[in-house]
Protein backbone atom coordinates (compact mmCIF):
# COMPACT_ATOMS: atom_id res chain seq x y z
CA UNK A 1 0.00 0.00 0.00
CA UNK A 2 2.95 2.34 0.49
CA UNK A 3 3.71 1.97 -3.36
CA UNK A 4 0.01 2.57 -4.16
CA UNK A 5 0.27 5.59 -2.19
CA UNK A 6 -2.77 5.04 0.31
CA UNK A 7 -4.21 7.51 2.28
CA UNK A 8 -2.95 5.85 5.53
CA UNK A 9 -6.52 6.24 7.74
CA UNK A 10 -7.30 4.02 5.40
CA UNK A 11 -4.63 1.09 5.30
CA UNK A 12 -5.78 -0.38 8.88
CA UNK A 13 -9.62 -0.61 7.23
CA UNK A 14 -8.46 -1.97 4.00
CA UNK A 15 -6.03 -4.73 5.80
CA UNK A 16 -8.64 -6.13 7.93
CA UNK A 17 -11.38 -6.04 5.14
CA UNK A 18 -9.04 -8.28 2.88
CA UNK A 19 -7.41 -10.26 6.01
CA UNK A 20 -9.94 -13.20 5.63
CA UNK A 21 -9.10 -13.76 1.59
CA UNK A 22 -6.58 -15.74 0.15
CA UNK A 23 -4.79 -14.93 -2.29
CA UNK A 24 -1.77 -15.92 -4.73
CA UNK A 25 -1.54 -12.98 -7.26
CA UNK A 26 -1.67 -8.81 -6.70
CA UNK A 27 -1.76 -6.90 -9.86
CA UNK A 28 -1.02 -2.76 -9.53
CA UNK A 29 -1.40 -1.59 -13.16
CA UNK A 30 1.37 0.75 -14.06
CA UNK A 31 -1.04 4.01 -13.30
CA UNK A 32 -1.43 2.86 -9.82
CA UNK A 33 -5.11 3.60 -10.21
CA UNK A 34 -5.98 0.56 -8.03
CA UNK A 35 -4.47 -2.82 -6.08
CA UNK A 36 -6.22 -6.50 -7.82
CA UNK A 37 -6.23 -9.58 -5.76
CA UNK A 38 -6.97 -12.62 -7.07
CA UNK A 39 -7.03 -16.60 -6.60
CA UNK A 40 -6.77 -19.01 -9.53
CA UNK A 41 -6.56 -16.81 -11.75
CA UNK A 42 -9.84 -14.68 -11.69
CA UNK A 43 -9.81 -11.21 -9.65
CA UNK A 44 -11.76 -11.04 -6.55
CA UNK A 45 -10.69 -7.99 -4.65
CA UNK A 46 -10.34 -4.32 -6.08
CA UNK A 47 -8.55 -1.60 -3.87
CA UNK A 48 -8.47 1.85 -5.23
CA UNK A 49 -7.47 4.94 -2.87
CA UNK A 50 -11.78 5.05 -1.48
CA UNK A 51 -13.19 2.31 -1.85
CA UNK A 52 -12.56 -1.74 -1.69
CA UNK A 53 -14.50 -3.77 -4.00
CA UNK A 54 -14.69 -7.82 -2.66
CA UNK A 55 -16.88 -10.09 -4.66
CA UNK A 56 -19.69 -7.16 -5.62
CA UNK A 57 -19.79 -5.75 -2.48
CA UNK A 58 -18.25 -2.06 -2.28
CA UNK A 59 -16.94 -0.33 1.04
CA UNK A 60 -16.12 2.89 0.44
CA UNK A 61 -13.17 4.66 2.34
CA UNK A 62 -13.00 8.23 3.45
CA UNK A 63 -13.07 10.37 0.43
CA UNK A 64 -15.34 7.89 -2.15
CA UNK A 65 -17.16 9.87 -4.39
CA UNK A 66 -20.05 7.50 -6.61
CA UNK A 67 -19.84 8.31 -10.02
CA UNK A 68 -19.62 6.64 -13.44
CA UNK A 69 -16.28 5.89 -13.37
CA UNK A 70 -13.74 4.83 -16.12
CA UNK A 71 -14.87 8.55 -17.93
CA UNK A 72 -17.80 6.40 -19.37
CA UNK A 73 -20.13 9.20 -18.35
CA UNK A 74 -18.69 12.47 -20.06
CA UNK A 75 -20.13 15.81 -18.87
CA UNK A 76 -21.95 18.15 -20.80
CA UNK A 77 -19.91 21.32 -21.40
CA UNK A 78 -21.26 24.80 -20.80
CA UNK A 79 -21.41 26.09 -24.84
CA UNK A 80 -21.69 29.73 -26.05
CA UNK A 81 -24.48 31.71 -27.17
CA UNK A 82 -25.01 34.30 -29.68
CA UNK A 83 -25.29 37.87 -27.35
CA UNK A 84 -27.41 38.48 -30.08
CA UNK A 85 -30.04 36.33 -30.31
CA UNK A 86 -29.26 34.12 -27.34
CA UNK A 87 -28.90 30.59 -29.23
CA UNK A 88 -26.15 28.53 -28.87
CA UNK A 89 -23.01 29.26 -31.32
CA UNK A 90 -22.22 26.31 -33.31
CA UNK A 91 -18.48 24.76 -33.18
CA UNK A 92 -17.31 27.72 -35.92
CA UNK A 93 -18.37 30.70 -33.15
CA UNK A 94 -20.40 32.69 -35.89
CA UNK A 95 -24.51 32.41 -35.32
CA UNK A 96 -26.08 30.45 -38.08
CA UNK A 97 -29.11 33.22 -37.24
CA UNK A 98 -27.51 35.93 -36.95
Known amino acids: MESFAMPVEARATV ?17 RSYIALGKDGTRAVYIGKTY ?13 APGGGGGSARAERERPVCPTCGYELPG ?7
Open 15 to 31: RDLVAHIAVDRIWIPYS
Open 52 to 64: VWIDGDLTSLPGY
Open 92 to 98: TGICDNC
